[in-house]
Structure formats: structure tokens, C-alpha cells
């Protein structure tokens, strides 16, 4: 391990691993020369090693330059240090909180003083404001919230997905942009051979065999390309009819780029065998076989050899070629010299191949509204390629390099408007997210590397993988046990149920609850007496909130889970400002019919012509006829309310939520015939009462059905 970010001053054969620092799996070459002159990031400087690399081979004597929290390592470290972003919900609880709680300041008061006047009880007035305050408030929705979020959690664990921060999972149906690597991702994260070619680019089984007896019979560990010329071997040929015995190896080094095996038949024909990379291959060859026609390797050769090889790799393909010599110098002579005169006999071409459920996943991401956008440390031919396999429209493929000197104004446009990003740095990826974040995007960002961590600190969603480093674990919200974006697909959706279900709630309560003091401000203003008491009001929000406690387990119409869903103070605003006054004109209407129509007539006089014995009895009416009214109204909108649908015909509830509910209906209605009514001071009502519930309740869900087509066409959503 590197421990400082060091110039080489002098180097022999050493390559060094820097996954931690871009996620590259291979290694890289460093010297103290350098070679290159065009660098597209920092980590691409051929005379810098930095803390944090491994190195795999080589020796070298450096000048340490930085150290500590100066070191590009330290520069992630410092990312990782920042405090946490706040993420859409985390707004949103804020913003909603503020709203309730202006309106809290407005409606309180006015109770109070208008009450305090006309009543000339302040201290009741007091009391009344208070209970108003607290009707005002949803005060379940902390319980409503924290059941959605855990219920939600639940069923995702259920489908593979563990998250470790509750809030992420309402981040989760929020999200319209992820931000996602290759490799894993898209891809199977699993090398497998893709093409076995002649030196005319056509198949060839013989090039197969060759390559299959070099990774076969080399002792040293097989890496995942011998890995997967075995498997090929063994799918295509008949591995076990081989008969050949290995009689040396010259292992493989970095330096040389490439590893031979000798190997001898039952009749004692020896032959050398080599695979390495192409320049290595050709170095080391004299000739080409064009299908048993061997020709010397000129320059013309050579040129239409690495013409193929580009086409390759223009593909996304990795490339090796693979040569043999036969009948080479006697047993236990053999060594580096020997590899010399070989002859070129084709190329092995593998591919990471990307996962059969990605087109489908990216498709439903579509579906869903979420763009993809792919942040990678690789190469622009290998994502590129990538890309057009699983359907990502790329574009133009920003560079690393094209970032550098960019402005904040100039990186958010960047960012919006194109889709893959290659040879990336950790602060770039950070960058990039944090520029969508800036631009109203609300940003998931998968990753599993120390290298991704910046960016998922900055991002509101961060996912990582069981199986990833410890700091990326730690950074993130949302672990998947399995690295496939239909996984993520499945999350979005349930994220956005839980947003919806949340919505339910506040929108349904806020509304009716400001519709229902607005009316009790009016009413106090014309009514002798309190249009209920504290503790009626109180038992009303009560009954009201055990039956919201089902809200959790309602269903969300599909059309709604199509479209990233954000929290928007001003919408509940709005909500509230349409739906409250339509509630408000029932009380109204309930209050004047209660007040000189049925009461009187239940009674035989008004309220005025009673002692005080009678005046009591008429009060205790009104109150009970308000509060079944709005224990009706209250909950019955809830079905209207739920969806943009018509309710029941069109978009039915859950049964769990159908059944708490009406279950509360039920309750509250029975309160008044029971020892609780009497404590509450509610008592039976007549039986023409049943008559105006009824009426009422009916009239007051068409009128919000009538008012729901009205909102929605103006502002293009319900919840």
C-alpha cells in the first residue's frame, strides 16, 4: 500500500492497482519517465503514484509530494467529512411543518379573541383555541409517516433490498435521475469470452484450443479471463479427449504483459504456446497464419492485425492475442529468450456482457420517469459500447478531462443534458451530483467503491451492495443484497406508494381540518353557545386519526406511480385552500339546518325560548349532530380524495383500509348511546337527523368529486 501521494524519480517494472481511486480493476503502469502528454485526470499521470494504491509489481524510489489529508485520497476524505445534504424529504417535513404552523398562528388566536368577545368566558375561549390548535395540527402524522416509511421498508427487505435510513425510502419514489456505474450495473460484472477469431477475423475453434491449453495447464492464479477460456473450452470442445502433458511455463509478468505455457502430445510433438496483449503478441512474432497459409508478419500485416484489433475495441472488446511455436528448445532450457519466432494465430475477445433484466429495468425506469445516467472511471469505447447493448442513449460521451475549469452554472448544464460520463475522479462524480441536486433534480447514485462515496454522500439517495467496500456501506441509505436495477425499479415504485399514502393523510386532514375550524370561526361569531367543546373536539380528532391509522396499507392508482414524486409545501396550500371551504359550506349549511330547522322542530321551540335546563339540552344536540357530521364527512372524503378516480368504481381501497374505517364510522356514530357520550356530553338525536347525515354526506362527496376535476385539471395532480 502507497502511503503518500509520491513522484517517481526512478521505477523498474512497476504497475500499480488504483481501484480505490477511479474503480478500475486493472492495473496501471508507472515510470519516472513519462510517456504520455495528453492526460484526461489526475490519476492518469505516469511519474505519480498516490496514497491509497496497491502495488501488484515493480519496485520504485518516489519523492513524497503530499501527505495526510493533502493526498488525493485525503481530498475523499475530506468529501466524505461534509455535513449530510438535506435530502427531498427533509425539506419537504420542514417546509410542511412551517406551513401548518402559520396557519396554526393565524386560526388559534382569532378563535380566542373572537370567542373571548362574544362569549365574555376567555378562559373557555382559551380552552377552545387550544383544541383548535390541536385540530388544526395533524397530529398523527409523525405515526402516519414512520408506518409508511417502516411499512415500506418491510416489503423491500422482503424483495432483497435493506434500508438503513427510513427516510430514504420516500427519497427513494422522489428520485428522477440515477446516477449509476457500469460495471455490476449494467453489466454481469463477469468476464466472459465473447469471440475466438482467426487472423481473417472469422471463428476459429483451433485459436480456442490453443488459448484453452495455455490457461488449462499455467500454475500461477487464474485470473477472470482464464477463467473464461476455460468455460468457453469446455462448452464448445471436447476438453476431456485432449491428451497433452505440460512440460514448462514462462509465467506472467507486467513488464511483459503476457504468459506461455510449453506443452507436449502423446507422440512428443512439443509446441510453445502464448496469450498476452496484442503490441506484446506482435513483438514477439515473425509470422501470421492465415488458416495453415503462415506468412511472415510485415508491416502490412501488422497494420490490418491492429486494424481488427481497433474494431474490436471500438466494440467494447478486450483483446489478447494468442501465438504458438513448435517443436522449441530441449526440456528445461526455457525461458523469456524462447519467445521469439512465434507465429500469430488469432485473437480472444471478452466481454463484461451487461445483465439480461437491464433493458428491461432501464425501460421501467423509463416508464417511471427516471433517467439513467452512467458515471464511470472506464473508458469512453467500453461504456460506449455498453451502452448501446442495453439501450442508453449517450450522445456526446463527456470526458473527465472536459470538466476541468467548468463553472457551477456550466456543470449543471453538463449534467442535465448528457447521460454517460467516463474516466471520471471520485470529486468529479460528486460534482456531477451535486450539480443535478442544484438543477431540482432529486438523485439517487449507486456505487460500491471508496471512490463512489463522495458522490453518494452528496446524493440524496445513496444505494451500495452487500458485497461492497466498508465506506461505501457506511455512506449509504439503501444496501441491495443483489446489484440489479430492477431491484431499483421495484424501490421507486415503493417509494412513491409510501409518498402518496403520506399525501393521503396530510392533504385529507389539513383540509378538512381547516375547513372545519374556518366553520367553527364563523359559527362562533353567530352562535350563542360553542359549536363544540374542547374535549368533543378532542374524541372527534381521536376517532378520526385510529381510522387514518390504515392509510398505510391503501393502494396507489398505477398512473400515479408513473412520476417522480416530490414534497411541495405549497401544494398542501393549495389543497387546503380548495377542499377546506368546500368542507366549510356543509358545516355552514349543517350549523343553520341543526341550529333553526331541526333542533327546534325536535324540541318544539328555538334556542332563545328554553330555560336554562332546555338551552343545555339544545347544545348538547348540536354538538352531537356536528360531531357525527364530521366524523362522516371527515372520513367518507377520505375515499374521495385517495384518487383522482371516481371512488369505488373506478379506484377501490384496500380492504384493510375499507375496513378500519367504516369500522370507525361505525363507532363514532354508537358513541351517544353509550356511558362515553354521556361523559362527553352527547346524547341521542332524533330520527330525522339521519335524514340530513345522509343528504349532507351524499351532497358533500359530489361536490368534492365536482371539485377534485377542477383541481386536477388546474394544477395536473391530487396528491
Known amino acids: 500500500m502507497i502511503p503518500a501521494d509520491m513522484r517517481l524519480i526512478q521505477s523498474k517494472d512497476l504497475f500499480v492497482s488504483q481501484t480505490s481511486l477511479t474503480g478500475e480493476s486493472y492495473p496501471v503502469e508507472k515510470r519516472a519517465l513519462a510517456t504520455v502528454e495528453k492526460i484526461d485526470q489526475e490519476t492518469s499521470y505516469e511519474t505519480l503514484c498516490f496514497t491509497g494504491s496497491e502495488v501488484v509489481s515493480g519496485s520504485a524510489i518516489g519523492l513524497v509530494v503530499r501527505t495526510g489529508m493533502n493526498t488525493l485520497f485525503g481530498s475523499i476524505a475530506e468529501e466524505l467529512s461534509r455535513a449530510p445534504v438535506k435530502t427531498s424529504f427533509d425539506k419537504g417535513i420542514e417546509n410542511t411543518s412551517k406551513l401548518l404552523i402559520r396557519f396554526m398562528l393565524i386560526m388559534a388566536p382569532s378563535v380566542i379573541l373572537i370567542n373571548g368577545i362574544t362569549k365574555g368566558d376567555w378562559l373557555q375561549a382559551l380552552l377552545f383555541g387550544i383544541s383548535v390548535a390541536v385540530g388544526l395540527t395533524p397530529e398523527m402524522l409523525p405515526m402516519i409517516v414512520t408506518t409508511n416509511l417502516v411499512k415500506g421498508a418491510i416489503d423491500m427487505a422482503k424483495r432483497g433490498t435493506i434500508i438503513r435510513k427510513l427516510n430514504a425510502m420516500q427519497n427513494f419514489g422522489a428520485i428522477d435521475v440515477l446516477c449509476t456505474d457500469k460495471t455490476g450495473t449494467l453489466t454481469q460484472d463477469k468476464i466472459v469470452l465473447e469471440y475466438h477469431l482467426g487472423i481473417d477475423g472469422k471463428s476459429n475453434q483451433r485459436v480456442l ?5 495455455n ?10 479471463l482464464d477463467i473464461a477460456i476455460v468455460e468457453a473450452a469446455n462448452e464448445e470442445l471436447d476438453t476431456a479427449s485432449f491428451k497433452y502433458e505440460k512440460v ?28 498476452g496483449a496484442i503490441e506484446e503478441m506482435l513483438s514477439i512474432s515473425s509470422f501470421v497464419d492465415h488458416g495453415n497459409d503462415v506468412r511472415p508478419l510485415t508491416e502490412e500485416e501488422r497494420q490490418k492485425v491492429l486494424a481488427t484489433v481497433d474494431e474490436l475495441n471500438s466494440q467494447g472488446l478486450r483483446v489478447l492475442g494468442v501465438a504458438q511455436k513448435t517443436n522449441p528448445p530441449a526440456v528445461g532450457k526455457f525461458s523469456v529468450k524462447d519467445e521469439s519466432e512465434m507465429v500469430l494465430i488469432g485473437y480472444l475477445a471478452f466481454l463484461d456482457p451487461p445483465k439480461e433484466t437491464t433493458s428491461k429495468a432501464l425501460e421501467a425506469l423509463h416508464e417511471h420517469h427516471v433517467d439513467v445516467k452512467v458515471l464511470t472511471g472506464d473508458n469512453a469505447l467500453v461504456t460506449k459500447a455498453v451502452c448501446e447493448q442495453v439501450g442508453i442513449e449517450y450522445g456526446e460521451i463527456i470526458q473527465g478531462e472536459q470538466l476541468l475549469g467548468c463553472s457551477e452554472e456550466e456543470l449543471r448544464e453538463i449534467a442535465r443534458t448528457h447521460n454517460v460520463f467516463v474516466k471520471l475522479n471520485p470529486g468529479q462524480k460528486a460534482a456531477l451530483v451535486r450539480a443535478l441536486r442544484d438543477g431540482g433534480h432529486v438523485v439517487g447514485f449507486l456505487g ?11 446524493a440524496d439517495v445513496a444505494i451500495s451492495v452487500d458485497n461492497a467496500v466498508d465506506i461505501a456501506k457506511e455512506s449509504a441509505d439503501v444496501i441491495l443484497l443483489e446489484k440489479d436495477l430492477m431491484v431499483l425499479e421495484e424501490g421507486i415504485v415503493s417509494g412513491r406508494e409510501v409518498f402518496g399514502n403520506i399525501m393521503k393523510y396530510i392533504k385529507a386532514t389539513t383540509s378538512s381540518n381547516f375547513g372545519n375550524i374556518f366553520a367553527l370561526l364563523l359559527a362562533s361569531i353567530c352562535l350563542p353557545f360553542l359549536p363544540m367543546t374542547p374535549i368533543q373536539l378532542l374524541f372527534l380528532n381521536l376517532v378520526y386519526d385510529i381510522s387514518c391509522m390504515s392509510i398505510p396499507w391503501d393502494k396507489m392508482d398505477k398512473e400515479y406511480l408513473r412520476q417522480p414524486k416530490k414534497w411541495n409545501a405549497s401544494s398542501i396550500k393549495d389543497f387546503m385552500i380548495w377542499f377546506g371551504p368546500t368542507s366549510s359550506i356543509f358545516d355552514i349549511t349543517t350549523f343553520i339546518i341543526l341550529f333553526f330547522v331541526l333542533i327546534p322542530s325536535a324540541l318544539g321551540g328555538t334556542y332563545s325560548s328554553f330555560t336554562e335546563a332546555g ?30 378516480k371516481l371512488p369505488f368504481v373506478e379506484s377501490r381501497p384496500s380492504f384493510i383500509m375499507a375496513t378500519i374505517t367504516l369500522l370507525g364510522i361505525f363507532v363514532g356514530t354508537l358513541i351517544p348511546f353509550t356511558h362515553i357520550g354521556s361523559f362527553l356530553e352527547l346524547t341521542i338525536l332524533p330520527n330525522t337527523y339521519w335524514i340530513l347525515l345522509a343528504s349532507t354526506v351524499a351532497a358533500y362527496l359530489v361536490l368534492v368529486t365536482i371539485v377534485k376535476k377542477i383541481y386536477t385539471k388546474r394544477f395536473g395532480e391530487l396528491l
Do not use: C
Open 615 to 644: 338551552q343545555e339540552h339544545f347544545e348538547s344536540l348540536f354538538h352531537t349532530g356536528w360531531f357525527i357530521m364530521s366524523l362522516w364527512t371527515q372520513t367518507l372524503v377520505l375515499y374521495a380524495l385517495r384518487t383522482r
Open 248 to 275: 514448462d511455463e514462462i509465467p506472467f509478468d507486467f513488464q511483459r504483459r503476457r504468459m506461455s505455457v510449453v506443452v507436449a502430445n502423446r507422440e512428443g510433438k512439443t509446441q510453445m504456446i502464448a496469450k
Open 448 to 458: 460500491d467503491g471508496i471512490n463512489d462515496s463522495p458522490a453518494m454522500r452528496a
Open 215 to 224: 490457461s488449462y495447464y499455467q500454475t500461477g492464479l487464474r485470473n477472470l
Open 209 to 213: 484450443r490453443h488459448a484453452y491449453l
